[in-house]
């Protein structure tokens, strides 16, 4: 059975951490253009394609707030890893089962504390 204390556990995770992290972090630089100030000249745009560009920059800036929440959350997780409290439920300090860990690695709490 696996369990954090396994070094190629925790190895393991923390690589998957900082993947994603390059990634996320690429992405969100990625996206820059999508995110800048839609330009409102009428001779050039039409109502709805300004209306379409809108839309398209709102949807851009909240996939972006999301990806810098997930940057937050994986900085996080890899800095419980450096203080040697990853896979510790933050409330009640119990493990954090594996399985749990492997669908989403940037968990805080155990089954029980989450809400």
Do not use: H, N, W
């Not at 204390?5 to 992290?21: A, I, P, S, T």
């Not at 990634?23 to 800048?36: C, F, L, V, W």
């Not at 492997?102 to 809400?115: D, G, I, L």
């Amino acid at each position: 059975m696996k369990t954090i204390e396994d070094e190629d556990v925790l190895r393991g995770f923390g690589q998957r951490l900082r993947d994603e992290l390059e990634e996320t972090t690429r992405r969100i630089e990625d996206s820059k253009d999508y995110r800048a100030p839609v330009e409102l000249d009428q001779q050039s745009v039409g109502r709805l394609s300004r209306m379409d560009s809108i839309q398209q920059q709102a949807m851009a800036q909240d996939i972006t707030r999301r990806r810098q929440q997930r940057t937050i959350a994986i900085e996080r997780a890899l800095s419980r890893i450096r203080a040697g409290e990853y896979g510790y439920c933050a409330d009640c300090g119990e493990p954090i089962s594996v399985r749990r860990l492997e669908v989403a690695p940037t968990f805080e709490r155990c089954v029980r504390c989450a809400p």
